[in-house]
T-cell receptor, first 111, second 116 residues
Framework: NAGVTQTPKFRVLKTGQSMTLLCAQD?????MYWYRQDPGMGLRLIHY???????AKGEVPDGYNVSRLKKQNFLLGLESAAPSQTSVYFC??????????FGQGTRLTVV | AQSVAQPEDQVNVAEGNPLTVKCTYS??????LFWYVQYPNRGLQFLLK??????LVKGSYGFEAEFNKSQTSFHLKKPSALVSDSALYFC??????????????FGTGTRLTVIP
């Protein structure tokens, strides 16, 4: 049982480049979330999904897009990366009551 | 709107002493409350939750938390701290209903250092 798997673990992008972060869960959860973690700011919700084919904006959605084509996968896209998007990104798969299972994180640097 | 406050960025405690990490919350309805721990270069790990029932909730690694509805608090406690408890702790809240029911909001985190 792998839980939540994020790929890649590290990435360096140049300003303006695009990339996709993949999150996969094997717990059959409906809810999946993408957060970013920055020093002194805790975790901030970017986008989330309450089921296959659905997505919604969180607290800081600008500059990101998401897709949930399959229940087990939740993709986070950066169309044109900016230095302000340098962060550690965490995916979480969440039960109905809100208990979250987190991936190991993706450390992204935009130069 | 939901929010979570962790008023202390840093808590230092001597090994063997009791520890408390504070958390207050704001929701429009009744909350689900959580504590998570993060070790260096790792994702967050679940410690404990309050859904309903007893106000004192027991969780992993000897931690417990007390739900106080009148003070809207959910402080994390442990009777005797270990050096291995040193980590970053996050409080989180989820509203049971209303527009924010699907959101899980986190506090800014409290770094706990247990001094040998």
């Amino acid at each position: 049982n792998a839980g939540v798997t994020q790929t890649p673990k590290f990435r360096v992008l140049k300003t303006g480049q695009s990339m996709t972060l993949l999150c996969a869960q094997d717990m059959n959860h409906e809810y999946m979330y993408w957060y970013r973690q920055d020093p002194g700011m805790g975790l901030r919700l970017i986008h989330y999904s309450v089921g296959e084919g659905t997505t919604a904006k969180g607290e800081v959605p600008d500059g990101y897009n998401v897709s949930r084509l399959k229940k087990q996968n939740f993709l986070l896209g950066l169309e044109s990366a900016a230095p302000s998007q340098t962060s550690v990104y965490f995916c979480a798969s969440i039960t109905q009551q809100g208990k979250a299972f987190f991936g190991q994180g993706t450390r992204l640097t935009v130069v | 709107a939901q929010s979570v406050a962790q008023p202390e960025d840093q808590v230092n405690v001597a090994e063997g002493n009791p520890l408390t990490v504070k958390c207050t919350y704001s929701v429009s309805g009744n909350p689900y409350l959580f504590w998570y721990v993060q070790y260096p270069n790792r994702g967050l790990q679940f410690l404990l939750k309050y859904i309903t029932g007893d106000n004192l909730v027991k969780g992993s690694y000897g931690f417990e938390a007390e739900f106080n509805k009148s003070q809207t608090s959910f402080h994390l406690k442990k009777p005797s701290a270990l050096v291995s408890d040193s980590a970053l702790y996050f409080c989180a809240v989820r509203d049971r209903g209303g527009a924010g029911a699907n959101n899980l909001f986190f506090g800014t985190g409290t770094r706990l250092t247990v001094i040998p």
